[in-house]
């Protein structure tokens, strides 16, 4: 008989007075923690198999239910704590490889909080956003760096490809097969109302989301799932996925059993098989080959749409920057370290890469000082959490910022990081019909329109905090940050003063 090494992570707490044994709980538990003991005429749950997802608690009709994290802690000390003790326990049970999802959880520096943004006082005065105009539309791709006249002196008004966008962020990738058919469709049907993005990931398009092709971006990775002529002609914008902010250096794994028929069909590839997209492009060994696949890319869409490259933030990241740049990219989408994903390995997610904001400053400072700034739009992810998030990000210089892990918060999740199972219990990151159909797409939809309309009402309040009135005015304009405890290279990179300078 195999014995429990370890007492459960979390406990579950009935008030048997407040039970009324209605076995919702055991019917929402996709782990199947709950179940009704009958001769007991008692509801009784394995604690073993609970993840925290909060699906019973929120859904138990007389409020029965509690979890909580166990205090039967392990004999732990500074060196090894319960993480690390556990993980050692599992892998000597398994053999295998640890595998998670969404971000890094780490207690690295979240650069965004030791960030503080400027307010107009006097001189300078503040905008007020209800009663003036403020500009939050964005239009990503290449800009002239100069203006250009025809030979009969009339202002050459002509641009490349662009993404218009209503407000400076999108909803980044997250493809068909790691999420439902439902969490796509409200993140397609938002990103339409809203006049923003939302992305394909690496998955493909389902045929009925070919309606949304104007507001959607869609992905090419190294699998090249789902790739051919109709899919690139149907989005707004082609993005290239070199790398992703989870998982820098390797590439994705969609198990098998998540590969229904309809997965399947979008995909191109054998029902029930594994979908294993290689860690590099096998035709990109060099900027050459990158640019390459950037102009096969417009060529196969007659030169209509910006191509985006995606890059996970790592040590180098400036100076890939200014190869990507240079490669007849449009659009460069930088992902930092805490980005979300549907599975990774634990080992990578939680120690490779760099901070998105430390990328992100020093990508903008080399492009400016290569001169070749207005040759791309830079997009920005990798756990943007808040309107103020976004803003730090535009004035580090950004032009528009990725959403993920908020997004799918808006759905419903409840981070119990989990994903990797296939058995969200809040229909997200599962392909189970049964789970799905938990998530109603036009509630979906009508959270991510809430959570964005809310974000933009704010952007405005900052930007007229600051005395700007559009999100060009706010890109790049490092002097409305201040830094506080940080130390001196840190600011250096960031390219900010400490506050009181
Ligand atoms: S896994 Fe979720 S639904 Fe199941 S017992 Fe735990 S909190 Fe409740
Ligand atoms: S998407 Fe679902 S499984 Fe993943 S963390 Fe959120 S609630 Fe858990």
């Known amino acids: 008989m195999s014995i429990q090494w370890v007492y459960p992570e979390f406990e579950v707490i009935r008030n048997n007075e407040r039970c009324i044994r209605c076995q919702v709980c055991a019917r929402q538990c996709a782990n199947e923690v709950h179940c ?27 409020h029965a239910l509690k979890i909580v994290r166990s205090d039967c802690r392990l004999r732990e000390n500074a060196n090894w704590n319960q993480d690390a003790i556990r993980e050692i326990y599992k892998q000597a049970q398994s053999g295998g490889v640890l595998l998670s999802s969404m971000g890094n959880p780490k207690p ?17 005065p503040s905008i007020d956003p209800l009663r003036e105009p403020m500009e939050t539309r964005v239009s990503l791709g290449k800009k002239p760096s ?21 407000m400076p962020v999108m909803f980044s990738a997250m493809s068909y097969g790691s ?33 949304y092709g104007p507001h959607t971006i869609v992905q090419v990775a190294s699998g090249r799932f789902g790739v051919h002529k109709q899919y690139l002609e149907a989005g707004a914008a082609i993005e290239i996925k070199m790398g992703q902010g989870a998982k820098p250096g390797i590439g994705g794994h969609l198990p098998g059993a998540k590969v229904g028929p309809d997965v399947s069909r979008t995909r191109m ?116 959490r808040s309107s103020a998030d976004v803003v730090k990000a535009i004035a580090l210089g950004a032009d528009a910022c990725y959403i993920a892990t908020a997004a799918v918060l808006a759905l419903g999740c409840h981070l119990c990081r989990t994903c990797q199972t296939g058995k969200c219990n809040w229909g997200i990151a599962t392909q189970r019909p049964d789970l799905v159909k938990r998530l109603n797409p036009n509630g979906g939809r009508e959270r991510l ?5 809310a974000w933009n009402h704010e952007i405005k309040e900052l930007m007229g905090g600051m005395g700007i009135n559009s999100i060009e005015a706010l890109r790049g304009n ?24």
Not at 108 to 118: G, S
Request: net charge negative; charged share 20%.
């Open 449 to 453: 329109v809430n959570l964005m309309t």
């Open 269 to 384: 590839i054998p029902e029930g098989s594994d979908a294993i997209s290689p860690a590099p492009h096998h035709d990109i060994y060099s900027i050459e080959d990158l640019r390459q696949l950037v102009y096969s890319l417009k060529e196969a869409t007659a030169y209509r749409k910006p191509v985006i490259v995606k890059v996970a933030a790592v040590h180098n990241i400036a100076a890939i920057a200014s190869g990507i740049a240079r490669s007849g990219a449009d659009i460069i989408a930088i992902d930092g370290f805490r980005g979300g994903t549907g599975a990774a390995p634990t080992r990578i997610r939680d120690s490779v890469g760099i901070p998105i904001e430390l990328a992100l400053a020093a990508v903008d400072q080399r492009l400016r000082d290569e001169g070749i700034r207005n040759n791309v739009s830079l997009v920005v992810g990798g756990s943007i």
């Open 108 to 124: 690295y520096p979240v650069y965004w909080d030791k960030i503080l943004i400027n307010a107009s006082q006097v001189t300078n």
């Open 179 to 211: 999420i439902s058919y439902n969490a796509h469709l409200s993140l397609a049907r938002a990103a339409s109302e809203l006049g923003i993005c939302w992305n394909t990931g690496e998955g493909g398009l389902h045929q009925d989301f070919y309606q």
């Open 478 to 501: 490092r002097l409305m940050l201040r830094g506080v405890g940080l130390n001196e290279t840190e600011l250096r990179i960031l390219g900010i003063s400490h506050a009181g300078e």
């Open 36 to 62: 009704y003991e009958k001769e007991l005429d008692a509801m009784i749950s394995d604690e073993s198999r609970c993840v925290n997802c909060q699906r019973c608690v929120s859904l138990c009709p007389t």
């Open 146 to 166: 100069q203006v250009r006249r025809e030979e009969n002196g009339r202002l050459n008004c002509a641009l490349s490809p662009q993404i218009q966008l209503s």
